[in-house]
């Protein structure tokens, strides 16, 4: 049995990483397609909302069929619809109008794998959460450093890489993602009387959620969606400020890739950091680290002082997110675990919705240094309002 749920385990983190190769070369890959096509970059941010508009009205619905006990179907049609967007992109992404709407399509097929994936690590139980997600985010890490990586193999010196080669890898990652999938939707099995229970509705849950645990659940919550929306930020604009700086794809690939590594690294050493400082202290200190070294990048450094800033955030800014999972299974009911993971998604698809396009806007009068400084600026401020927010007293669910 254990050397069962091992193998299931290892299958899990592989397919977390491919989910994130797949997504990590779509998304930059659209990007450059849409300066390809002469997008205003002021309105590239306005695109990103393809990505997270359907996981943001949708999320909590899947995390309702997952509860329910259709975890495996969720994560099939999610792989399936993946597949779908590669066929698209490849064959008619011409214009914004289909850029957007396979753009908005990935952002469906992506939520529907992490609801699933989640699923299963809240399934496990509550012991050595901070490692399982920290784990967890760590192979989904290695697929965010994996994916940029590959500009390298399209773009070379170009200031535009070869966005239909992108979009082929992209193909090629799904379809080995579908296989992954299939162990995982099979294996997968919930617990006899959770099906045989009544699911709670959410609005009940929130009701049953203890005093103590209220401020820390939407705390999680604020600062998920705050963290996930800045990462976006990185992600969507470092490409636009490489072509404005005459930085080539290659390098801009190399630096994404950069971002996710330190990333993977704070979180293979989640479950330690988080016993010796305990989880408040981690994440108020983590954002606001990461909010002054993404504000720093507005500056016009050279690019080896460029690579060390983005190092520095991604270490920073990659303990945030497993440690607001871990306090949300531990705040809710158990029978709405998976709802209520669906419901931070949800909630970080609002970051990834409204931060981008909002910041973008700065983009008309400070250009696109201006939008790495209003970012830092807001990370600074979620972490002084989170420090405000959290229990200072004792909390099982903070230490």
Do not use: C
Request: glycine share 8%; charged share 10%.
């Amino acid at each position: 049995m254990k050397s069962k749920t091992f193998s299931k385990s290892k299958v899990l983190l592989f397919h977390a990483a491919f989910l994130q190769i797949s997504s990590y070369i779509a998304r930059p890959a659209a990007i450059y397609k849409a300066i390809e096509l002469d997008i205003n970059p002021a309105y590239i941010g306005a695109m990103a909302i393809s990505f997270s508009i359907l996981p943001l009205l949708l999320s909590v619905f899947v995390g309702r069929a997952s509860d329910n006990g259709h975890n495996s179907k969720v994560l099939l049609s999610g792989s399936i619809l993946m597949i779908l967007v590669g066929v698209g992109l490849l064959s008619l992404s011409n214009s914004i109008i289909w850029l957007q709407v396979w753009i908005l399509a990935l952002g469906l097929g992506h939520v529907m794998l992490v609801v699933g994936q989640q699923s299963q690590i809240a399934a496990l139980g509550k012991s050595d959460l901070d490692n399982a997600f920290g784990m967890y985010t760590f192979a989904g890490s290695i697929g965010q450093s994996i994916g940029p990586a590959l500009l390298l193999v399209a773009g070379g010196s170009n200031l535009i890489p070869d966005t239909q080669m992108l979009f082929f890898l992209y193909l090629i990652s799904t379809i080995i993602l579908l296989l992954l999938t299939l162990p995982l939707s099979r294996d997968f099995d919930i617990k006899k009387e959770l099906k045989s229970k009544p699911q709670e509705k959410l609005l009940q849950s929130l009701k049953n959620v203890d005093k103590e645990s209220k401020p820390i659940l939407a705390t999680a919550m604020l600062v998920s969606l705050i963290v996930i929306g800045n990462v976006d930020v990185i992600t969507i604009y470092l490409p636009v400020l490489g072509v404005e700086r005459g930085i080539s794809a290659s390098i801009i690939g190399v630096l994404l890739s950069l971002r996710a590594l330190s990333s993977m690294t704070s979180r293979f050493y989640l479950g330690k950091l988080s016993k010796m400082y305990g989880r408040k202290q981690l994440i108020v200190i983590s954002t606001a680290l990461a909010g002054i070294f993404l504000a720093a990048i507005a500056m016009d450094s050279p690019i080896a002082i460029l690579g060390v800033l983005v190092i520095l955030f991604g270490f920073t800014i990659g303990i945030g997110q497993p440690l607001t999972m871990t306090m949300i299974i531990l705040s809710v009911p158990p029978a709405t675990a998976n709802t209520w993971l669906a419901l931070r998604l949800s909630a970080n698809r609002i970051g990834q919705t409204a931060i981008p396009a909002t910041v973008g806007l700065t983009a008309l009068a400070l250009g696109t240094s201006g939008v790495f400084g209003v970012s830092g600026v807001l990370l600074l401020g979620i972490a002084a309002l989170t420090s405000k927010l959290l229990p200072k007293k004792h909390s099982s669910l903070l230490d």
